[in-house]
């Protein structure tokens, strides 16, 4: 499914150097990252096939922020990466978006929310409520303690359907790449409010 929906995103062939073939690496290393301190939630239909998925990082932890979560997978997309990709990636993409969303959040203000990181639907099954279902499962966890929640997206498609599920758009910027400029929306949703 992640492969159907990432082909065309140049953010993510950004982040993959420009090769389609690391796209199921990337997205395999960040969803198994998520197992040591995130949140994977999954919905299914009676088959048990997996038709959407959301990988959530709770507030006071970041996707691949330690060594322990590259080794499940990003390590081995990063070992495959062009030098011109890890070059991008670590001196262009982490210090633009990092700026970019330190400016809208503040320093702390990823680090302090729920930050959703992928939300995927298969496309035969979107438009059935199954994000709302998932977005609702984490604001019912982050209400309690007044946590804001917290996604970016790089295709203007994503920009009414996170607005239709809660979050309020802070801001957006275009990030520069070799394989395409693309432009980075950040969301936020408070979830003091009621959905």
């Known amino acids: 499914m992640s492969l159907v929906l990432m082909r065309t995103d140049l953010a993510v062939i950004s982040i993959c150097g420009g090769n389609r073939d690391l796209i199921g690496p990337m997205g395999c290393g960040m969803i198994l990252a998520t197992t040591l301190g995130g949140e994977i939630y999954a919905a299914t239909v009676e088959s048990g096939e997996i038709v959407g998925f959301a990988v959530w990082m ?8 330690i ?26 993409y982490s210090k633009e978006v990092t700026e970019f969303m330190n400016g809208i959040f503040g320093p702390t203000g990823k680090w302090d929310s729920w930050y959703l990181n992928l939300l ?15 977005v609702d499962m984490v604001h019912k966890k982050a209400s309690p303690q007044g946590s804001m929640m917290a996604v ?17 758009l802070w801001g957006n910027k275009i990030i520069p790449s070799p394989w395409g400029d693309w432009p980075c929306y950040v969301f936020m949703q408070d979830t003091r409010k009621v959905l």
């Open 58 to 65: 709770p507030p006071g932890q970041d996707l691949l922020s």
């Open 67 to 92: 060594p322990e979560q590259w080794k499940l997978g990003w390590d081995d997309f990063w070992s495959k990466l062009s030098e011109e990709g890890k070059d991008w990636f670590t001196n262009m």
């Open 120 to 134: 995927m639907v298969h496309p035969k099954y979107q438009c059935q409520g199954i994000a709302t279902k998932i």
């Open 152 to 168: 970016s997206t790089s295709h203007p498609r994503n920009v009414p359907i996170y607005e239709a599920l809660g979050f309020e």
